[in-house]
């Protein structure tokens, strides 16, 4: 399909991302999902939350349509491989989890190695209930971002956020120099 052709909130998701997939409509149609569902409006700073559980093209699509950045600190990113948006919304506590199904539905959508166009025209035209499972959401309201102290690893020099250091005795290490020194690094939540 060729981009001129696109809905008109759907041409500057692709500018941004940079071309349009597959992976990038799962995020353009979750996004306008939640907007329905709830609705939503896009965040201006932190009274919209969305947690991710994947770091896909979809997400490209959720930041720029629904305002939910890393910077501002409301996306939320959950590595679990799955294409599931969770949008809460601060003021009132409600919310809702998109959950993509089109995998589930194997026999109803195209091959994904088949013909890429066909695939884009799923996307964009199947109704939401043949995309994603829609509930409430699973998660708690998290905890707005903080603004954390910033140390300076004793090992590289650099300046960390103090909850992303390791101490040892009386040094403070990042989390690569500690891992590189053998000792116990754990995952950041």
Known sequence: METTNLPDDLKPVVK???????????????AK????QLPLTRAEDEELVCIVENDSCSVDAVQLMTGCTFGKGNLIFKDFGKQVFTWLRRPDGAGVRLAYIGDRNRERLPDPTADRAARVERLLTAPDKELFEIGPPQTDLPSEARIRKTLVCDRCGEGVMETRTVKDQDQTY???CASALGLKVEAPC
């Open 16 to 30: 941004f991302h940079g071309h349009l997939c597959p992976g990038l409509l799962i995020g353009y149609r979750a």
């Open 174 to 176: 990042c989390l690569p």
């Open 33 to 36: 999902a939640a907007r329905d």
